[in-house]
């Protein structure tokens, strides 16, 4: 009767799931039948599009799109300057607009030169410094009906600059005016995405050691990643690989370490990610369990849990057993299969319970590979 009732709310998990889908899929289908011009309201629609693969962002996704159509059916305005003007703090609060996708933002000190990417809420871009310094400025991208509380970015900037670590990319200094933005180090090699199925097994197990260790730093300081993907492994004109993108970063000792819902990517993340209830909190195990995931992908190219839809990967992450990498790629060594076997375990109890056990066992088998 137990395992039945266990059985059960497996079942409705799953069947709320399929239903946050199921909406994500209705509102894409709003969104691309809705007459919005992209050249005026590129942002809005980008922003909505960002969110359409992440079950937990439904709520947010239909508020956006409800707005969105509001602001399509509305009929443009002149402005009113006779109108009050908004008192210092809401000022603050709502802070200046971005400039939309195509048109460079404009920052004191800095001469933006291009636009170079996206990740999150937030677009990134290559800048000089007044000293001459190239940097990447990570400017959040909102839409006019967003708000975005200056102390909420900030905390992503703040908790990254404490952080010093050799596989870690540096923020130089960070603000809020125009609006938020933090100058980090710019990586001139690019992410790990683009050298996926390229890389020997001695890359892919350099990569995982060093990123290993930069998790052992992080953890040892009481912060989590959450995150962890090939886009946000970075490279230098060294190949040395560093880890980006701590926005997602979580204070333990600040929390309870309980589910507060989903955070992360879809494809990369884990049991307990998508159902805290079934696998218990996020915590530093949820970092191992997402190296081993890009260990996988490095060492097969190929993602180690992926359906054909969001509810399908939902699925086969709750439900299956990894594949052994030596199945796709038989020249792995067994040991291998191993190390990656455990570190991906549904069950958090089964994975590594310190992210510096996995970095020995891996440099163990780095260490017996020949030059």
């Not at 993602?303 to 054909?308: A, N, T």
């Amino acid at each position: 009767m137990k395992k039945r009732r266990s059985g059960d709310k497996i079942d409705r998990e799953f069947e709320a799931l399929q239903a946050r889908i199921e909406r994500l899929k209705q509102a894409e289908h709003e969104l691309d039948a809705l007459d919005a011009p992209p050249e005026v309201f590129g942002t809005e629609i980008e922003s909505i599009r960002s969110k359409l693969r992440t079950p937990s962002k439904v709520e947010e996704v239909e508020q956006e799109l409800t707005a969105l159509k509001e602001l399509v059916a509305k009929p443009a305005e002149a402005p009113d300057k006779d109108a009050p003007v908004a008192n210092a703090s809401q000022a603050v609060d709502e802070l200046q607009e971005v400039p939309p996708i195509g048109v460079l933002p404009e920052l004191a000190g800095y001469d933006v030169l291009d636009r170079i990417g996206a990740g999150g809420f937030s677009d990134i871009h290559r800048a000089r410094r007044q000293d001459g310094l190239v940097v990447a400025l990570k400017i959040p991208r909102l839409s006019p009906f967003q708000t975005l509380v200056p102390s909420d970015f900030l905390r992503e900037a703040e908790l990254w600059s404490k952080l010093d670590h050799p596989y870690i990319v540096k923020v130089y200094e960070y603000g809020t005016k125009p609006y938020p933005w933090i100058a980090m180090e710019f990586m001139e090699g690019g992410s790990l995405r683009a050298r996926i199925g390229t890389l020997s097994l001695k890359e892919s197990l350099q990569i995982g050691v060093e990123m290993a260790q930069v998790l052992f730093y992080a953890h040892h300081h009481g912060i989590i990643h959450r995150d962890i993907k090939p886009e946000n492994i970075l490279f230098d004109m060294d190949k040395t690989s560093k880890l980006t993108d701590w926005g997602l970063g979580k204070m333990l000792l600040e929390s309870s370490m309980t589910a507060s819902g989903f955070k992360g990517t879809l494809a990369y993340s884990s049991p307990e990610q998508l159902s805290g209830s079934r696998f218990g909190g996020v915590d530093w195990r949820t970092d191992i369990y997402q190296l081993g995931t890009v260990l996988h992908e490095m060492l097969t190219g190929q993602k180690l849990f992926l359906g054909d839809e969001p509810g399908a990967t939902i699925a086969r992450i709750l439900t299956e057993e990894p594949t052994a990498p030596s199945k796709v790629r038989p020249d792995i060594p067994q040991e291998l299969d191993r190390i990656v076997i455990k570190a991906v375990a549904r069950r958090k109890g089964e994975r590594y319970q310190d992210v510096s056990a996995l970095e020995e066992d891996l440099q163990t088998v780095l260490s017996h590979m020949k030059d």
